[in-house]
């Protein structure tokens, strides 16, 4: 089923008097609720309905405060679940509606052993970030200790989505350039993917054009316009993982935000530039059902340039652009003396999506080299 896209406060306005919803379940981020503009628009449209809010702690999501929020659902019993904020919020959402919560459920996400059951209810997911592009994705993460897991399945893909770009206008510029870092590497990643289709694609490669006009100036000089491409592009980088899912540079870049506090867009453009530089320069070595060396054309064409050095230094400038940190050194990381935790936090499932195949060693080469 298609999950129709809404643009404007109109739309959600006559949604919720369609629906005709009483009782409705909030998820988001305290701040970030304030903040957006999301409390004073949505005061007006929850007059006359029974609310029950939940604004998340943790920075990342993780495995008690997603048991606070199931069962949290559980006592509201809500007819609508709305997620409002970033990935890790409407993540929350996705899960806590279809996760059947049971007798040691910590080693049943481990082992992939989880059971997804019927939803309370539907879920609306409104991003405050331009991003992720959670709010079309069928999967969905959680952190058990620190390492990251993958919930997947049709069932916890949210129903209906609202892109409604003045809710990113008071956005913090540290978090535009990391959450919209994301999505250009969500698209670069997906279009080398192992599982890449035609359609995913045409997603890709549509979300990395409308990223790379509109990226720095939503970062530096905000608009409605550029704000509302980059949740465009944003929301078309999660349609295209959806299908090919991430790969090595977002499968390592995990651990550098649960073990040192590197927001998720800024870890994964750590990671990047040397796993596209890598995978390149083995393209002979390629385990895929497509020529790696060609497709990485595609990638040359969106940032105009000739050659793997100069996507290098392009996406480099971007960088420094949004003064996204690169160096290991500046931000406190000491490769040598962490990477037994790094690879310990690496997400194997989309390690394997590499078109290249990795092991540890190639790993801590990648990322030591300059």
Excluded: W
């Excluded at 909030?26 to 029950?52: D, E």
């Excluded at 409407?90 to 509606?97: E, F, L, Q």
């Excluded at 997911?125 to 959680?142: C, D, F, L, R």
């Excluded at 000739?306 to 400038?317: F, G, H, S, T, W």
């Amino acid at each position: 089923m298609k999950n129709p896209t809404y643009t404007n406060l109109g739309d959600l306005e006559n949604f919720l008097k369609a629906k005709n919803i009483k009782n409705v379940f909030i998820i988001s981020g305290l701040n970030s609720y304030v903040k957006s503009g999301a409390k004073k628009i949505m005061k007006k449209f929850l007059l006359n309905k029974k609310t029950k809010f939940f604004f998340k702690k943790s920075t990342l999501p993780e495995i008690n405060e997603l048991k606070r929020i199931i069962n949290s659902i559980k006592d509201f019993s809500p007819d609508l679940i709305i997620a409002i904020g970033g990935g890790s919020v409407i993540d929350y959402a996705k899960i806590a509606n279809s996760l059947e919560l049971s007798k040691n459920v910590e080693q049943k996400i481990i082992n992939s052993e989880y059971k997804l059951k019927n939803n309370f209810c539907d879920i609306v997911a409104i991003p405050t970030t331009a991003g992720s592009g959670a709010e079309v994705t069928s999967t969905a993460v959680i952190y058990l200790d620190n390492k990251k897991y993958s919930i997947e399945g049709e069932a916890i893909k949210p129903k209906y989505y609202f892109l409604i770009p003045s809710l990113l206008r008071n956005l913090k510029k540290t978090i535009k350039a990391s959450s919209g870092f994301d999505a250009i590497s969500q698209s670069i990643e997906s279009l080398l993917s192992k599982r890449s289709t035609k359609s995913s694609i045409k997603f890709a490669k549509d979300s990395l054009n409308l990223s790379l006009k509109n990226y720095i100036n939503f970062v530096k000089k905000p608009s409605k316009q550029n704000s509302l491409n980059m949740s465009y592009a944003a929301m078309l980088s999660g349609k295209a993982i959806n299908i090919s899912r991430t790969i090595a540079p977002h499968a390592v870049s995990y651990p550098f935000s649960s073990l040192f506090g590197i927001s998720h867009g800024h870890a994964v453009s750590l990671t990047l530039n040397k796993f596209l530089k890598f995978n390149f320069e083995n393209y002979s070595k390629a385990d895929c059902n497509f020529n790696l060396k060609l497709r990485y054309n595609l990638i040359f064409e969106a940032f105009n340039v000739k050659n793997i050095n100069e996507l290098n230094e392009a996406i480099n400038k971007i960088k420094s652009q949004v003064n996204l940190v690169s160096d290991f050194k500046k931000l406190g990381i000491n490769i040598d003396k962490n990477y037994g935790r790094i690879i310990d936090g690496t997400n194997i499932l989309r390690l394997k999506n590499n078109p290249i195949k990795l092991d540890e060693e190639d790993i801590k080469q990648i990322l030591l080299k300059k």
